[in-house]
């Protein structure tokens, strides 16, 4: 090391890991397992199947828990671990083939993983139901081109960064169509649901509303009166530096780094009954973004809008609408760079999605479970060490 380099301290190991280190009781870890798996429709035919469905379903899970990301790692990581799993559930298996899960991808229902998925999720802590939803969409580009677009949206619990629910979009349509299935697959009761302008229309916003949840929803063009309505009320309030304006809160933010120095200012109103639409629309507070950044010698302005149903002041809107942007940086990041998702061309069959609702499963198992962990870390663990697998497979599946 040169003299007077510091190399920084990495932190691989902690509480939790200690923790996921313990030994589990194997005999409720595979009951449980097999039970899961009691009712789970296999196409197969059963005089030639070597394998059942769970063992199958649990070499995939433990593969993208341990850093694999492709079919081929899988059955690698299969090969290599086989003896592990011998010894994890008390039977004796020979490492399944490539093509043998490359079938199980393809073939299975992702609506069967869906369901297993949701019932999974009922073990994890209950603390959803206050926290803000992003909703957002996000293409498969490996499996997407100008012919065929493979494109998935997700519900995100952005303060415990879970994955909720995923719908797949049918094909050469918008990801609005996936709103009804993903708004059915989860109780979203008192939640907060942030939207973009795609979904800013009353057929969508009131989709939320009957399943008793509040929306935050861009306001831009395709709105042009309501667009209309807001930039009006915001600029003339502005002109008077807001005096005598009733039901206005404020709130700016500054934040400097990497060269770019950003300032928000954040203005709200939830008095509204000068607002044709407020009834229609049923809302009780409208929003306005002024973002001034700069980059050198460069300015950038920008103005936003958004509508709620839900009454708040500026901080707290303030937190939601840049917390809806929180679904790029810790989901769809943590897919592309460190799952590989973008990178996958899988689009044989179903098992583009069965592929991506494996990976956000294994996401929100360490998260879950390893929250101090990064999910980069928190694999690497899994591949090192398998006692810190077995550790988060028993944390998922022995109650």
């Excluded at 969508?204 to 667009?227: M, S, W, Y």
């Amino acid at each position: 090391m040169r003299k007077g380099l510091i190399m920084p301290k990495r932190k691989t190991t902690g509480k939790n890991f200690v923790d996921l280190q313990q030994e589990i009781d194997l005999n409720i870890f595979i009951q449980n397992i097999k039970s899961n798996f009691k009712d789970f429709p296999d196409p197969r035919i059963k005089s030639r199947c070597a394998y059942p469905m769970w063992y199958l379903f649990l070499v995939i899970l433990s593969g993208y828990l341990s850093g694999c990301n492709t079919v081929s790692d899988i059955a690698h990581f299969a090969e290599i671990r086989s003896s592990w799993f011998t010894a994890l559930i008390g039977e004796k298996f020979s490492a399944p083939s490539y093509d043998t899960l490359w079938w199980f991808f393809v073939r299975v229902n992702p609506k069967i993983f869906k369901d297993l998925i949701g019932r999974w999720l009922q073990n994890l802590p209950k603390d959803l139901k206050d926290q803000l939803l992003a909703i957002d969409g996000k293409r498969l580009r490996g499996v997407s081109d100008k012919e065929h677009i493979s494109h998935i949206v997700e519900l995100f619990a952005i303060e415990s960064r879970l994955v909720i629910a995923q719908e797949k979009v049918p094909d050469k349509l918008g990801e609005a169509k996936a709103l009804p299935a993903l708004l059915d697959s989860i109780d979203i009761t008192g939640a907060v649901i942030s939207v973009d302008a795609l979904y800013a229309n009353i057929h969508d916003t009131r989709l939320i509303l009957n399943k008793e949840a509040d929306f935050i929803v861009g306001i831009k063009g395709n709105q042009p009166n309501l667009e209309a309505e807001l930039h009006n009320f915001f600029e003339q309030a502005k002109a008077v530096n807001y005096e005598g304006v009733d039901g206005i809160t404020l709130f700016e933010t500054h934040e400097k780094g990497h060269g770019r120095i950003e300032r928000r200012s954040i203005c709200v109103v939830n008095e509204l009954d000068w607002l044709p639409q407020k009834d229609e629309w049923q809302l009780k507070a409208l929003i306005e973004i002024r973002s001034e950044r700069i980059i050198g010698d460069k300015i950038g302005l920008e103005t936003r809008y958004y509508a709620s149903s839900r009454k708040a002041d500026a901080k707290k809107f303030a937190y939601w609408i840049r917390g809806h942007w929180g679904i790029e940086n810790t989901l769809h990041y943590v897919m592309d760079v460190i799952f590989k998702e973008d990178a996958s061309l899988s689009d044989i069959g179903f098992s583009a999605e069965n592929m991506s609702l494996i990976r956000r499963l294994a996401a929100n198992i360490i998260r879950t479970f390893d929250p101090d962990s990064g999910i980069a870390d928190a694999r690497r663990n899994a591949t090192y060490d398998p006692n810190y697998l077995r550790g988060l497979l028993g944390r998922m599946f022995v109650k």
